[in-house]
């Protein structure tokens, strides 16, 4: 399967390509603009195959970061026909197993390979865990929450080298972006639903009579004790 090549830059067709990115980007900021919580992984489900459809990828993906446990997880990932998903092989994975890798993202630096059989020795231990997946040629945008790597969009090719438009990265990075803002929202949300939950809690198991009352003394809500 071959890739979008690489253009020169004055190549006529850069255009139109770089027009339907642009509508692209539209649907998604336009998307993500509303998207309601209990929506948001379908929405990010539609985006990840789009994208993938769109740079012409055998793989898209997103994956999540975990700092507490120095691992990562895949949370979306979306497959051409015919290509074997990674899904199950990406729970749970330890930051260190791709230590170069990692280190281009952790930094928010794109980690983009085009050919992983011209990967010098430094990198034996990246190009094991790519050849566990059959992974040929690599590309990984970084999003960040607070400063901090939070995650990629990342894209896999496993029929053989790619050479990534960098009208594509660029694009992308906006994506990125965007989907930061979207998943900083959701996790400042279910902070605030946590948070809800446990004064309930701690409303309705109080020892003592506690009740919520509006401006005017109607009682709207009272513990058992009361």
């Given amino acids: 399967m071959a890739l979008w090549p690489k253009r020169n830059d004055d190549d006529p067709g850069n255009d139109a390509r770089t027009g339907a990115f642009e509508q692209l980007l539209d649907r998604l900021f336009a998307r993500f603009l509303s998207v309601a919580t209990h929506e948001l992984d379908d929405a990010l489900q539609s985006t990840v195959a789009e994208l993938g459809r769109?740079?012409?990828?055998?793989?898209?993906?997103?994956?999540?970061?975990?700092?507490d446990?120095?691992?990562?997880?895949?949370?979306?990932?979306?497959?051409?026909?015919?290509?074997?998903?990674?899904?199950?092989?990406?729970q749970g994975v330890s930051m260190a197993t791709?230590?170069?890798?990692?280190?281009?993202?952790?930094?928010?630096?794109?980690n983009q390979i085009d050919d992983v059989t011209l990967l010098g020795p430094d990198w034996d231990d990246d190009r094991r865990y790519l050849d566990d997946e059959n992974i040929t040629a690599i590309l990984e945008v970084?999003?960040?929450?607070?400063?901090?790597?939070?995650g990629v969009?990342?894209?896999?090719?496993?029929?053989?080298?790619?050479?990534?438009r960098s009208s594509d990265i660029t694009a992308l990075k906006?994506?990125?972006?965007?989907?930061?803002?979207?998943?900083?929202?959701?996790?400042?949300e279910g902070a605030r639903d946590d948070t809800i939950r446990e004064l309930r809690a701690v409303f309705g198991d109080a020892p003592v009579p506690l009740m919520l009352l509006d401006r005017n003394g109607v009682v709207l809500r009272a513990n058992q004790m009361a």
């Fill in 153 to 164: 969009i990342g894209f896999d090719s496993v029929t053989g080298p790619v050479h990534w």
């Fill in 98 to 110: 791709a230590p170069q890798q990692q280190q281009r993202l952790v930094a928010l630096d794109v």
């Fill in 142 to 150: 970084p999003f960040a929450i607070d400063g901090r790597l939070s």
């Fill in 54 to 67: 769109f740079v012409g990828a055998d793989r898209s993906y997103i994956i999540r970061y975990d700092w």
């Fill in 69 to 90: 446990s120095s691992t990562t997880t895949m949370t979306h990932e979306w497959c051409a026909v015919g290509v074997a998903p990674s899904f199950e092989m990406e």
């Fill in 174 to 188: 906006a994506v990125a972006s965007l989907l930061a803002n979207v998943l900083a929202r959701t996790v400042a």
